[in-house]
């Protein structure tokens, strides 16, 4: 199935750009960013839409950006729907991902609760029980990701200082140049593939601490399918937002 999008940019003054979309049009924030190398295009948890110009950007290259990216930013006003449609209480029956699969809350036996492989107890089955599984989400995240990620950097002969486990917002991974992988429990959630590609990308930095394209030479050397983990994180920003 084809689409005609009419793609031209809408000024208004008062409330800044609108950008024109199959089905409407969606509010535009063309923002300057000195550190940033290259053009980004985000969808905001509110529904508008943000371009980040890098340093010798213009605001007409920004908008040409957007104009190809059109339709991304349909397809992200899709889940974004869809996430928002999810209820933000865990309670019995909710489906939660977990290990890269949607796996249903139900009851035990003698006050637990089970999902997926996981069996924990609970005090009151039938109030929202997010608080409860996410620590024990993270208490997984934290027993696993960090001798996986030392594992891998023996195997490619690099020099891990500390592994953390986090609770990041708006990052799923981060490698600092001390040596520091720090790493998003929600994690936990996702594919086995995914988890390891996370991995293997911060890694990565210790030899190329930057994106450049040959960073991700050594990425894809070392992780050849990485362009299908990349797609799995971008389609599931939004578990980064659900607390």
């Not at 699969?101 to 999902?115: M, P, S, W």
Request: hydrophobic share 40%; proline share 3%.
């Amino acid at each position: 199935m084809q689409f005609e999008f009419n793609l031209k940019f809408v000024r208004r003054s008062s409330v800044g750009e609108f950008l024109a979309l199959t089905n409407g049009r969606i509010p535009v924030a063309l923002i300057h960013n000195k550190r940033a190398r290259r053009y980004v295009l985000r969808l905001r948890p509110d529904g508008t839409a943000r371009v980040t110009i890098p340093r010798g950007g213009s605001i007409a290259e920004g908008r040409k950006f957007a104009e190809r990216n059109v339709a991304w930013l349909e397809q992200a006003q899709q889940r974004l729907s869809t996430c928002s449609a999810r209820p933000r209480k865990w309670l019995m029956g909710t489906e939660i991902h977990f290990r890269g699969e949607l796996v249903r809350i139900e009851a035990g036996e003698n006050g637990e609760i089970r999902f997926g492989t996981e069996t924990i107890k609970v005090k009151e089955s039938d109030s929202d029980l997010r608080r409860v599984i996410e620590r024990h989400l993270w208490k997984l995240a934290a027993n696993e990701l960090p001798p996986s990620v030392l594992e891998y950097a023996a195997i490619h002969q690099l020099a891990v200082r500390r592994v953390t486990v986090r609770n990041q917002k708006s990052r799923w991974g981060s490698c600092s140049r001390r040596g520091t992988i720090s790493l998003n429990w929600r994690l936990i959630q996702a594919p086995q593939f995914v988890c390891d590609y996370l991995i293997l990308h911060e890694l990565m930095h210790l030899r190329q601490m930057n994106h450049s394209a040959r960073f991700w030479r050594e990425v894809e050397c070392v992780c050849p399918d990485y362009k299908a983990a990349e797609c799995w994180l971008k389609q599931n920003s939004a578990l980064l937002r659900r607390s």
